[in-house]
């Protein structure tokens, strides 16, 4: 797996499980971000790659393929992806279930559970911006940010207005 690099100074959009839609709300929090990465979860028609279009209109775009992602566009979506940004190594993968707990790396960012998620465990970073899409139970509908600069490593959640 090729590991991307980027120096940033800007923050890092985070965005998950969108299902087929992207609103204008997501759209206004991710604006100004360096770098946007998608951890799957699309959408399964074939217009919802207009979602990753439209994402790539604001910042760079880095996606990875979620278990919804079925479309024949999303076949060229790879299940994982290595990145440095600043010198921080990102995992990116949909569902934290096929993270392999061996790979080098200071944070694991995620989909899948549409749950929020920003935790440091056993010196890693476990950040899942929960879902941005179509509401799930009675889960809010987030996304979120991350700082990587030399002397830290951050992420907040932002919640969408319902």
Do not use: Y
Not at 37 to 62: F, K, N, W, Y
Not at 130 to 155: H, N
């Amino acid at each position: 797996m090729d590991t991307e690099r980027f120096e940033l100074d800007a923050p890092i959009g985070v965005i998950a499980d969108t299902h087929g839609t992207l609103r204008d709300e997501a759209l206004a929090m991710l604006e100004g971000c360096g770098l946007i990465v998608h951890l799957g979860d699309v959408g399964s028609r074939a217009q919802d790659a207009a979602i990753l279009e439209r994402l790539a209109e604001l910042a760079p775009l880095l996606t990875v393929r979620g278990n919804v992602d079925t479309a024949a566009w999303a076949e060229r979506l790879p299940w994982r992806r290595e990145l440095v940004v600043n010198g921080w190594r990102l995992h990116l993968v949909h569902d934290i279930a096929d993270f392999d707990p061996a790979t080098p790396c200071d944070a694991v960012l995620h989909g899948h559970s549409h749950k929020a998620r920003n935790e440091w465990r056993d010196g890693r970073l476990l950040f899942n911006p929960g879902g941005a899409g179509r509401r799930r139970f009675s889960l809010p509908l987030t996304l979120g940010q991350l700082w990587a600069d030399e002397t830290a490593l951050r992420g907040a959640i932002l919640h969408l207005p319902l």
